[in-house]
């Protein structure tokens, strides 16, 4: 059966065929895509903390540090909302990578509520070896897929990001 989904034009509209890939009779979870997804990030997160081990940084910990060190985020605010944690846990966080001398916060003079945050020579050292250790770890992951299959790859999952970005957005304005 083919539907359509018509989405608010404001969002970039995705007006096309719904397939229905998944039918509720039948189902089974370990074929779903988003299961598969998962199943694949656990394992890649688990192959990156066992290189990452010796260091001491865990999953959670390397993610902050290396979105500091690429420049994603420089506030304790940036840094939350690019690692998708609340304040909460980012103050956790940020104590634990304080407590190994990976990161500092600094308060801005203009504003107080604002605090910067700031790798150390140790935390900029550590978050330079992540991408090689990602590097190694994804291409392990990628073993036997030719140039040609990943750039496919990489372009069905951008498609599958685009329009879960897009749905949400649909969501969200639906929600106001």
């Known amino acids: 059966m083919v539907s359509k989904i018509e989405l608010d034009p404001f969002v970039d509209t995705l007006s096309c065929p719904l397939v229905e890939f998944y039918r ?15 199943r694949i990030l656990s394992l890649i997160a688990h192959g990156v903390e066992r290189e990452l081990e010796p260091t001491g940084l865990t999953n959670a910990q390397w993610v902050p540090l290396l979105k500091l060190y690429t420049g994603c985020a420089s506030t304790v605010a940036e840094l939350a909302r690019q690692c998708e944690l609340d304040a909460g846990s980012m103050t956790r966080l940020l104590d634990r990578l304080e407590a190994k001398e ?11 509520r604002v605090v910067n945050l700031e790798l150390t020579e140790a935390g900029r050292a550590a978050a330079q070896e992540i991408p090689g250790i990602l590097s190694r770890i994804q291409n392990a992951h990628l073993a036997g897929f030719s140039v040609e299959e990943w750039q496919i790859l ?19 304005k639906n929600d106001k």
């Open 154 to 172: 990489k372009g069905y999952l951008r498609r599958i990001l685009n329009t879960a970005h897009i749905l949400q957005a649909a969501a969200e």
């Open 24 to 38: 509720a009779e039948g189902y089974t979870p370990d074929d779903s895509i988003g299961y598969l997804m998962r």
């Open 102 to 112: 990976l990161c500092r916060r600094v308060r801005t003079s203009d504003d107080r």
